[in-house]
């Protein structure tokens, strides 16, 4: 039993326990009613046993086993001609057809929505080798030994049936042309049947011929018009043939996805179905309840009986009007009518159905190929591939070395010098602080600077005659970079510059000068050099930060690799949230534009105390597929997201609000509404939606 079905019926087991009712206080008297006392007692005992084994399973075959004890029991009233006086022993039976009941119902749900999730999954499988060509072609060279064995079959049977014998010489187009005539060239012959056995239901989905005949062209005096024409002409021509042939040889892939598209239009069809009868089956759980709840026996075997004619009307696809709650039965409902009914539904109704459906899918051919079908190419063909890629990795075993020793030693230098060093690197400045310098060092422009001190006031000391106060004013102006007296004395020697040159200081001020432009450019650099020291981590990290992001990217790929895209992965990968996507998708598109029925099934079989609106209420096709999707996102939930967790547990309960029959259209709506604002950014629908 289905989770859905265990949650649509676990209210109703309870509804279906027995009263509390007190034996009858009539004391028989005489063998005869003594007799009919013990058998009683014997009845009441058979009947709490049948109970016990129903509250344990309600499998179909402790059903049937069940109905057939019931039935047994029946018939030995019958021929002791006891009537059930007894109020105990009433309820007993009334809560074992009850319990019948109820079991049989959650049968009919599970049965109903497993052949439609089946005809959905192979739907899907059908729909994804439509979608590509590649993938039709693939699917034509999997079956091809199936359509060579059915083409070789239907040739020989041909052969017997005209009394020739199989000669070389049948194989000839021509000896096949007489042996399998066709009237119409649209029309397949029964060897193309036999390797396309879809086209028997529908014609041929394409046509021979895609090339247009030519448009005729007339003469002008123009020379250069004829020839315009003309080349027109020739070019629309050799289109034509060139489509032709294109058409011709691709004709085998296109009646491949012809056979794909008929087999899923057949599963279509058998989905809904089955979907608008379990919506139909779910619309009659209120009718059950009211069945269950009733106090009356009586009454509640004729609620009974009057539910399994409905369940088996609906299951063997009838339409039956529904008589109203205050109408009365128009034949009192016994216990035997009810358990010969249930008997039908249990060993007749219910196992032909599921007979018929899987006679249909095989006689169809719709389900998929065996395993053994979709594999041969890969294990024909793969076997002796690998030997060849073995062989010449082998023959290659010296230059496949050095290219893996060369592919080893870039990744180590890769490793080591761009991912490793630079990170030292990182931790020796963060360690090491603004200690040493990057362009010059403290030292060297203090030696620059002090030398220019000692130069000036050595030549101030000579020339000018200063003292040590002067002198020291001097220094300090240095410091400061002031040269002025430097300077002044310059000014005078270069008014003489030859003499001044020879016998004066202009040699000594140039020299100063050099010196001062040297220090300045020093100060410079220690400028430019305490700036570098402010930002040497940021360099640090823009120097590292592509061999970062290259590792980053590698180890993204390889996780995706081990446990991403298609595997397990986080929420069940991407492939499972995808599949969610749509699910929840197909749920809103589903009540926004409810599909129309082709079969009419009466949507009047619930019950009058209906809490639901008419005029928001959800047609049982809509209802069934809805159910159908439904049952993928619990499935999900239940597997792929975490264990008690409040994802999964939020995830449900949407999900159960989804599966409510008493919900109108409007008010799931407003669920899926929440399902994309809660989890559309947790499961990241919009990036594998892309």
């Known amino acids: 039993m289905s989770t859905f079905v ?26 005869i009613q003594a007799t009919a006392h013990n058998a009683s007692s014997q009845h009441k005992e058979t009947l709490r046993e049948l109970f016990i084994k129903l509250e ?28 059930a006086s007894d109020e105990e022993e009433q309820t007993l039976r009334r809560a074992i057809l009850g319990k019948l009941a109820l079991g049989l119902y959650s049968q009919a749900l599970t049965t109903y929505l497993e052949e439609a999730s089946e005809a959905e999954t192979e739907l899907e499988w059908w729909s994804d080798l439509v979608r590509s060509r590649r993938s039709a072609a693939y699917y034509l060279l999997q079956t091809l030994p199936l359509r060579a064995t059915s083409v070789s079959t239907t040739l020989l049977s041909t052969l017997r049936s005209h009394n020739i014998p199989f000669h070389l010489s049948v194989l000839k187009p021509s000896s096949l042309r007489l042996l399998f005539p066709s009237n119409n060239t649209l029309r397949p012959n029964a060897l193309t049947l036999a390797l396309f056995p879809h086209l028997h239901h529908q014609p041929y989905s394409i046509a021979l011929t895609t090339a247009r005949p030519p448009r005729k062209f007339a003469l002008t005096a123009s020379p250069a018009q004829n020839v315009t024409s003309a080349y027109d002409a020739f070019h629309q021509t050799l289109s034509g043939v060139a489509r032709l ?82 109408e009365p039965a128009t034949a009192t409902a016994t216990v035997g009518r009810v358990v010969e009914a249930l008997s039908i539904l249990a060993n007749c109704t219910l196992p032909s159905h599921t007979s018929l459906h899987s006679a249909e899918l095989k006689s169809g051919q719709l389900r998929r190929p065996s395993r053994l079908t979709l594999l041969w190419p890969q294990l024909v063909f793969l076997p002796p591939l690998a030997l060849y890629a073995v062989r010449s990795a082998y023959a290659s075993r010296a230059s496949l070395e050095e290219l893996a020793r060369e592919a080893l030693e870039t990744a180590r230098g890769f490793w080591e010098g761009w991912v490793l060093e630079p990170l030292r690197g990182i931790v020796k400045t963060v360690r090491a602080g603004h200690d040493d310098g990057v362009i ?53 020697d270069i008014k003489n510059p030859f003499k001044s040159a020879l016998h004066g200081s202009l040699l000594r001020s140039l020299f100063i000068q050099v ?42 790929y390889l996780r995706n690799l081990w446990s991403g895209g298609k595997g397990r992965g986080r929420y069940g990968g991407k492939a499972k949230r995808g599949s969610v996507w749509l699910t929840v998708r197909r749920i809103e598109r589903l009540l926004v534009a409810q599909p129309d029925s082709h079969h009419h099934h009466r949507t009047a079989l619930t019950t009058s105390g209906s809490s639901q609106r008419p005029a928001a209420a959800v047609s049982p096709l809509t209802s069934g597929l809805l159910l159908l999707s439904v049952t993928r996102l619990r499935k999900y939930a239940e597997t792929s997201l975490p264990a008690n967790s409040r994802l999964r547990e939020g995830f449900l309960e949407d999900v159960v609000d989804l599966e409510d029959p008493r919900l109108g259209r409007a008010d799931k709506l407003r669920v899926v509404d929440r399902m994309w604002r809660s989890w559309g950014d947790v499961l990241g629908w919009s990036r594998v939606a892309a």
């Open 440 to 492: 010059v060092t403290k030292e060297s422009v203090r030696a620059d600077l002090d030398s220019l001190e000692r130069m000036t006031l050595a030549l101030a000391h000579e020339k000018l005659r200063l003292g040590e106060p002067e002198l020291a004013a001097l220094s300090r102006q240095v410091q400061m970079g002031d040269l002025t007296a430097v300077m002044q004395m310059y000014e005078e």
């Open 245 to 326: 042939f294109s058409t011709v040889a691709t004709l085998p892939i296109e009646l491949a996805r012809g056979e794909c598209k008929y087999k899923r239009a057949e599963l279509q069809r058998i989905r809904d179905e089955r979907a608008e009868v379990l919506g139909v089956l779910t619309a009659l759980r209120d009718r059950l309840a009211s069945a269950l709840e009733e106090n009356d026996n009586d009454k509640a075997i004729a609620r009974l009986s009057e539910f399994t004619a409905f369940l088996q009307s609906v299951v063997d696809g009838e339409d039956v009007a529904p008589r109203a709650e205050d």
């Open 515 to 556: 010196q001062k432009a040297k220090v300045d450019i020093n100060q410079a650099l220690s400028g430019i050099d305490k700036l570098l020291k402010s930002q040497e981590l940021t360099f640090a990290f823009v120097g590292v930060a592509p061999a970062l992001a290259i590792v980053y990217a590698f180890a993204g």
């Open 6 to 31: 265990s949650h649509l019926v676990a209210d109703l087991s309870q509804k279906a326990l027995p009263v509390n009712a007190s034996p009858s206080s009539s004391r028989a008297d005489g063998d």
């Open 56 to 83: 344990q399973s309600t499998s179909p075959e402790s059903l049937r086993e069940s109905i057939d004890a019931l039935q047994t029991l029946e018939h030995h009233e019958q021929l002791l001609s006891i009537q």
